[in-house]
C-alpha cells in the first residue's frame, strides 16, 4: 500500500492536467512502476472499498478474451461497469 500512496503523491504534485470524456480532466503521469510479491497477499488497495465481485467478474471476462457485454453479464449480472460506455467502445473496434 505504501508504495501506492507514494506514487499517487507524485502523480498529485507532478501529474500533467489532461482533458477526458467527462470535462473533469485527469492527470497523467508516465513511467512510474510497482512490484509485488504476490506471495506476500494480493495488492488490493486498502484506504477505499473495493467492489470484489465486479473486480473478479470483470477480470475473468478480460481473460476470456470476449468483447461481448452479455458474456460479462453471465459470470455476475449485477456488473453494470461497462453499461454506459460499451457502446462507445464499440465504435472503437
Known amino acids: 500500500m505504501q508504495t501506492y500512496l507514494q506514487q499517487l503523491k507524485q ?3 507532478h501529474g500533467t492536467q489532461c482533458d477526458d470524456r467527462t470535462g473533469v480532466g485527469t492527470l497523467s503521469y508516465f513511467g512510474l512502476h510497482a512490484r509485488y510479491d504476490l506471495r506476500a497477499g494480493f495488492p ?3 484506504t477505499k472499498k473495493l467492489a ?3 473486480m473478479a467478474s470483470e ?3 478480460f481473460i476470456s478474451g470476449s468483447s461481448k ?3 460479462l ?3 455476475y449480472p ?3 461497469i461497462w453499461d454506459a460506455n460499451y457502446a462507445d467502445y464499440l465504435t472503437r473496434l
Open 11 to 13: 502523480v498529485l504534485e
Open 59 to 61: 477480470l475473468l471476462w
Open 44 to 46: 488490493a488497495v486498502t
Open 73 to 75: 453479464k453471465k459470470i
Open 78 to 80: 449485477q456488473n453494470k
Open 52 to 54: 470484489w465481485k465486479v
Open 69 to 71: 457485454i452479455d458474456d
